[in-house]
Structure formats: C-alpha cells, structure tokens
C-alpha cells in the first residue's frame, strides 16, 4: 500500500491527503517581479523531503499506520539492525514478515506531501514568512525594507530578494533545517532551472523562459524522424478545428498521440504559448483520436522542429497595470461551439494565455465575446488580487475587447437584458458588477491590435507572425 497509494483512498480524505503546489501563473508572475525590480534569484532542492516530515500522533480513536515488510528487505533490514528488525520477524506461510509502526512521511502514502507541506510552511512562518492568501506556496517577508519572495513546489524552491546575501542567508538556514539526510542543492546565478523550466535573467529587466531541450527531446520521441528541413511556418492549418476524419488510429498510435499532445500542453502553458490553441483543439481529441489527428500533431512537430530555440520573452512596464485581451471564434467547434481566447500583459510577452473551447452553444458572435470574457474573468480576478497580495497596488485592470456590442452588455448589465437566457444574464450581470466595484475596466481594441485573436483561432501568415511575436515577447 505504500508503494501504490490508490488501496488507501478509501479511508483517507481526499482535504486530508491534498497538498497544494505553487501555481505556475504564480511562478511566471513572481519571475517578472524579480526581473522589473533585478532582484537576486536563488533555487533550493531539499533531499528527501517526505521523510524529514513526522507522523502526527494518532488521536484518540484513532489507529496508528502500521506498514508490513515481506520478502529480501526483511534480510536487508535484519543485516542492518539484528537487534531491532531480528527479534521482530514472524512467519506468515513460512514467510518472514516484519511489522513496523512509521514515524514518518513515506514516498507513496497519501498523506506524505500534505504532511510535508504543512512541515516547511510552519517552519516558513516561524521564520517570519506571511503567505499569499490566492497562493499557498507563495510567501513573503520583508528584510533590509525590501521584499524577499518565495515560491516552492514540494521540494524545489526559489527564493529572491535585492541584496544577495538574504539569499546568502537563507541557503544556510535551508542547510541546516533540511540537509540532515543529503545535501540541499543550491543554486545561484542569473540562469535558473526550475520546475522544467530554464529562467534566464542575464537581460536587465526581463525573463526569458525557454524549453528548448524538451521540446527536442519532445520531437526526438516521436516515432517518426524528423529532417531539419521538415518545418511547417504554423502550427496548424485554418482547418484546425474541423470534425476529425478518417479511421481510428491503432492503440499503439493513440497512445503516442495522447502522450505527444499531453507533452506539448506542458511546453504550452510555460514557454511555448505560441502553440495553446492547437494543443487546445489537440487535446479534445485525445479519447478517439484519427487519421486526420494524427496529420495535425505532424504538424505541430514540424512547426516545433523549425521553432525548437524560440524562447518566451517577459518584461513588466509598470507592475500596477494589468492588460487583458479576450477574443472568441463563434460557433467553429464540430459541434458549433466557440473558442475562448486570451492573454494578459503587464509589458514585453505574455505571462497568462488560456485557449479553450467554451462549455455552451451561443447564438450569436456577442454572446460568443461575452461568454469568452466570463471564461477569462476568474484569472482576471485572480491575478489582481494575487499582485495586491503581493504588496503590488492594481491601479488598472483592463480588459480589451474587439465586440462592441459586448462591451455594452458587460457594461449595463441589466439595462441591456431583454430576453436573453438565464446562462447569459448570470455572465454579464456578473462581469458589470465587476465593473461598478472598479475590480475590472473594459475597453475597446481594435481588432487588428487584438492579440487574443491568435488564441482564438489558427491564424495564417502575417496576422500569425505579428501575433505570435507579441505574445512570446519578440
């Protein structure tokens, strides 16, 4: 049962054995911070994180965890510790067997990464950290009067501050508090490996983030190879979203397909923005994929096979002005459903984008904008309220529209009503009063400046290259 945790769900809650991880618009977010202000980045891998976290004695009533030895590491442990382990055996079918009460958190229980966590938040804290109450592995505290940031993801952790010898500091506390069973990892310098992400700061003011080792690696997998010359100019064609033809493909193929696509939303929503919205179409079509599926992720890999060094370039002009560009395909979907599009700013590249196909059918391309607002408006909210928990005061939030007949609907709520359904009333009554409280201001934007166009939809030639190069920054 420790090996494989699925035999213990039935017991253990699923609020007792979740631990939350850093989200990763929190770890872009704090990256573009540490460039604006050029602060000093550090990276930490604490060894053996699970074990160093103790079981909380069992309460009244409740049993403790008892885990049971079989097989040769029962010999293993007698030769480490006969007195301990040798006078412990008993024989179950003339096997030996070992009982143990654990004492602490094992690669495997459920609870091991809850129990982690709440071990290096409540050290964290102690320390004087105050955690971000939209992100709970994001933490702060203030040294020399300036900001010392930290993010972690279970054991990977970075941490920044304008005078380097808090990070100094700090790395011999993590020594010290975790480095009893392995050494702490550290990391200094203005190039970073994080969470399969490279974070180069060597550019005063900007982050550049850049995967280009797994997206080689990405193509290199594919069972078919791939010259240098095989480049495609987009990551797919203006068919993109078209009912998928052709026989199902084999199981082995549609294993690959599943795993290439689930490889490529990875790259997608860290570095490689410039391929989300046809991973978004990519991914509805993992269940049953076919011939022609298998087409588009060729696609794809040839357009990554001529793209592999791009990087996604990020700057902040002012960290108090948040921008906003939401778009919607109307009725593209096989199923006459449209896509939501959008990407958010604060300078140089884009930190947020989402692509996705929205959840019901709409009438008209109005109720297709407004429906792709409402799908974007809780990130809207989110990352206003995450950067004002930072410390950073969001004097504008804006949210650019190409629709203006949305834009009224958002903006008068139920002054514009009339006979619409309920789904519809809920979304725009709900974004005016978002606007009333001054959480959101909605503009126009002309939609050739609208770059949530390219999330929207496969955009082709110019368009796709002028948009592209504003979202990855170029």
Known sequence: MVYNGKPTRKWI???????????????????????KEERDVMCADLPNAFIQAEMPPPKEGEERIIMKITGVLVDMLVQLSPETYGKSIVYEKNRKVVYVQVLRAIYGMLQSALLWYKQLRGNLEKKGFAFNPYDPCVANRVKYGKQQTICFHVDDLKSSHVDKTVNDKFAKWLSKKYGHHGKVKIHRGLIHEYLGMILDYSTKGKVKVNMTKYIKEMIEEFPIEFKKSDKSPTPSSDTLFQKSVGNILAEDDADTFHRTVAKGLFASKRARPDIQPTIAVLCTRVKKPRESDWKRVIRLLKYLNGTCDKELILSADDLQVIKWYVDASFAVHPDFKSHTGGSMTMGQGAIINISRKQKLNTKSSTDAELVAADDVATMILWTKLFLEAQ????????????NKSAILLEKNGRKSAGKRSRALNVRYFFLTDQVEKGDIKIEYCPTDDMIGDYMSKPLQGKKFIEFRDKIMGE
């Open 391 to 402: 410390g950073y005061d969001i004097t504008e939030n804006i949210l650019y529209q190409d």
């Open 13 to 35: 809650l699923r609020e007792d054995s979740s631990s939350p991880t850093a989200a990763l618009e929190s770890v872009l977010l704090t990256a573009v911070i540490e460039a």
